[in-house]
C-alpha cells in the first residue's frame, strides 16, 4: 500500500514549480510507483494563460477550486472550469489554461510521469525526464 500526505509532499522534491510561474504542482504518485498512470495536486495561479499540448501524454483534469477556462485550439470552443468541472485532453488536444481565480486542480496522466517535468517549448512534457531523488 502507498500511502501520503499531500502537505508532507509539499515539502519535497515532488512539489515542482513551474519555471515561467504559471503553476506548481505536488506529485504525488509517479512512473516508479508502478500504478500505470501519475496523480498530481496542481495549482494554477491566478491570472496564468498559457498554451499547452500534450502530445505524449492523456490527461484528466479535475477542478477542486478556483475558477477559470479552458479552450481548444482546434476549433476555438472556451470551456468554463469550476470546481466540480472535470475535462479530458483524450486526443492529444492542443489548448490554453486561463486562471481567472487561483485554481487547484487534481491531475491523472497516461501513460505516467517520471516527476520533474515542465512544459517544453510546444506545451508538452517529454515521454521520459529524470526521476525524482528521494
Given amino acids: 500500500m502507498i500511502v501520503r500526505n499531500l502537505q508532507d ?3 519535497t522534491g515532488r512539489r515542482i514549480v513551474s519555471p515561467d510561474g504559471n503553476w506548481e504542482s505536488t506529485r504525488m504518485l509517479l512512473k516508479d510507483d508502478n500504478m500505470g498512470f501519475s496523480f498530481h495536486i496542481t495549482t494554477i495561479y491566478a ?3 498559457f498554451q499547452m499540448h500534450y502530445k ?3 490527461e484528466s483534469v479535475y477542478c477542486m477550486a478556483g475558477e477559470g477556462e479552458v479552450e481548444t485550439l482546434e476549433d476555438g470552443k472556451k470551456y468554463p472550469i469550476t470546481p466540480g468541472t472535470l ?3 483524450d486526443k492529444h488536444d492542443k489548448h490554453i489554461l486561463r486562471a481567472f481565480k487561483e485554481m487547484k486542480m487534481a491531475c491523472v496522466f497516461n501513460p ?3 516527476g520533474k517535468e515542465v512544459h517544453n517549448a510546444e506545451g508538452a512534457y517529454e515521454l521520459e525526464a529524470d526521476p ?3
Avoid: C, Q, R, S
Fill in 56 to 58: 505524449n501524454h492523456l
Fill in 112 to 114: 505516467p510521469v517520471t
Fill in 87 to 89: 475535462y479530458v485532453l
Fill in 132 to 134: 525524482i531523488e528521494e
Fill in 47 to 49: 491570472g496564468a494563460d
Fill in 9 to 11: 509532499e509539499e515539502k
